[in-house]
Every structure is written in structure tokens, then in C-alpha cells.
């Protein structure tokens, strides 16, 4: 996702002809590859070598992980700016989504005595909050456009599913260069991690429906004038 971006940004700012291919054009591509590559490699090579099921649950999530990772090179190229605002309502969008998942520990860290933990996981959950409404005010005050609240939860994606790894894997490792655990990212079971998801969908739901009020608000003020 980070080379791509950039590639497509250098590019488009180097040539005033050039536009990226349309994402899913280049997923297609990658997915006939992947498809056969991943499930070859992982069932056969090294030890021990994953059964078809696993096998299966890795493919997937690669195939979703580079549609995620194409996504914002279109953007790069055209409109930058856009892209740059689209990710800072990202990362609150991500912050909620990476702190929600720790809701099924609380019981486990207060039987341990980690209310630390807790705090942090409120407090960072309250600053997911508070930026997108900070970045709702940007917004209006500077008449930026509005994104969906679809574009929000991917743009939260890509930052909590594949900034985020990227950067625990080169500065958070003290030079181990590790792969993060899953814990740090998803919910240990399907049902918590589902309500994160949907809770974080209706979040930036209700700040887009939010912004557009006040922005029609506004509108309606500056034409009244």
C-alpha cells in the first residue's frame, strides 16, 4: 500500500498524463497469481505446511488485504489532497476499531490488576472520538468535502490492518523486525470482533450524517447572508 501510493503520487506529479490503473483492474490481475501462488506455497514449502482449510483462510485474507492496499493509489494520483484528509479520519476511525477489540479482556486485566490497560483502552477510544469531531470541524471551517462513511471505515482499515503491522514491524520491534501477534490487531473470537466492526461502522455513520447537518447548516447560514 505505502510504495504504491507513493509510486502512483511521484508518478502522476511527473507526468500529467499518467492515472493509475483502476484498482480492482490490478487486483483482478494479482488475484490469478495469488490464487494459485499462496495456496502452493503455504500447503507445500517448509514445515509444517498448512492444511486446505488454513490454506484457504490465508488466501482470502491476502486477496482482501491488496484490495485494501490498491485502493487509495487512485486518490495519490488525482487528488492528494484528498487522500491526506481521507486519512486523518482514518486514524480515528482506526483507533476505535483497534482499541474496541480489547473490550473481552477487561475481565482478564482487572483479575490481573492491569487497570492500566483499561485506562489506556478508554482513554484511546475517547481520542478515536474526539478527532474525528476535531477533523469534522477542519472540515467545515476550511469547506472540505464530505467523504462517505464507507470511504471512512476502509480508510480506517487500511491504517489499522496494514499501516498500522508495518509500522509495529519496523520501529516496534526493538530490531527484531518480528510479525506483530493478531492479538494486537483482531479479537480472539468472531463475535467481539463483529460488534467492534459494526460499532465502528455506526460511528462514522453518525459523524458523516453529523457533518453533513452542520455543512448544510452552514451553507444555509452563508446564503442567508
Known sequence: ?????????????????????????????????????VPAITMTVNKPTLPVGHAALV??????????????????????????????????????????IHIEKVRRWLARGGIWWVRMMVVSLAVGVVWLFVVTGLRLWLRRRIPSAGAMFVAGLCIAYLLMPLVHHLVGTDGYYYISDSDNFFAQSWGFQAVAWLVTAATATGVTWVRGRLARRHASKGGAA
Open 59 to 100: 488466501t482470502l485474507v491476502t486477496l482482501l488485504g491488496v484490495g485494501l492496499a490498491l485502493g487509495p493509489s487512485g486518490l495519490a494520483a488525482d487528488r492528494p489532497g484528498e487522500l491526506l484528509w481521507l486519512v486523518a479520519d482514518g486514524i480515528g476511525v482506526a483507533l476505535m476499531m483497534l482499541n474496541l
Open 1 to 37: 500500500m505505502v510504495l504504491y501510493t507513493a509510486a502512483s503520487w511521484i508518478l502522476a506529479r511527473l507526468f500529467a498524463n499518467y492515472r493509475p490503473s483502476e484498482w480492482w483492474r490490478v487486483w483482478a490481475v494479482c488475484a490469478v497469481v495469488l490464487l494459485v501462488g
